[in-house]
């Protein structure tokens, strides 16, 4: 009867050992498991925050040239503009010194219109321009938001 019951008892703990053994090695699967979805997760993180970085930098650097692009043609035009007023006013003083009206009023006003034709086709062309950047700048900024939630 002794012999028997070391014999069950023996047997429980062979069945608790196999269980535990089985427990274990579906607990080093799953492990594996998880340390490499941490890695893969790592290196995700690495790529966005580079490409993160990378756009921060094109839309530094896309900001600093539009900003001179267009400076440099707002002060372009005000200098065209001087230009054609310091023209305007010798042809109104020519104008004034010959004293002829008709032809001073004829020959400014066509002078002005095609000035003024001008720069707004000029306006048109850059407020065209500006918009598309700013239409960019919102388009990178929305995905450098993006991918900082995503971190």
């Known amino acids: 009867r002794t012999i028997r019951l070391l014999n069950a008892a023996a047997d429980g703990l062979r069945n ?4 535990q053994a089985k427990q274990i090695t579906f607990l080093q699967t799953q492990y594996t498991a998880a340390s490499s979805y941490v890695d893969t997760v790592r290196k995700d993180n690495a790529k966005l925050t580079e490409t993160n970085a990378t756009l921060q930098t094109q839309v530094t650097s896309g900001m600093a040239l539009i900003r001179s692009t267009y400076e440099g043609r707002v002060k372009f035009l005000e200098q065209n503009a001087t230009r054609w007023q310091e023209t305007a006013q010798f042809v109104m003083k020519k104008d004034e010194l010959t004293n002829d009206d008709v032809r001073k009023k004829a020959s400014l006003l066509a002078v002005r219109e095609a000035e003024m034709q001008n ?3 000029e306006m048109v062309g850059w407020r065209g321009r500006a918009e598309g950047a700013e239409r960019r700048c919102r388009e990178l900024e929305g995905r450098v938001k993006e991918m900082e939630q995503q971190r």
Request: hydrophobic fraction near 55%; charged fraction near 30%; aromatic fraction near 0%.
């Open 119 to 121: 720069m707004r086709a």
């Open 16 to 19: 608790q050992l196999a269980e």
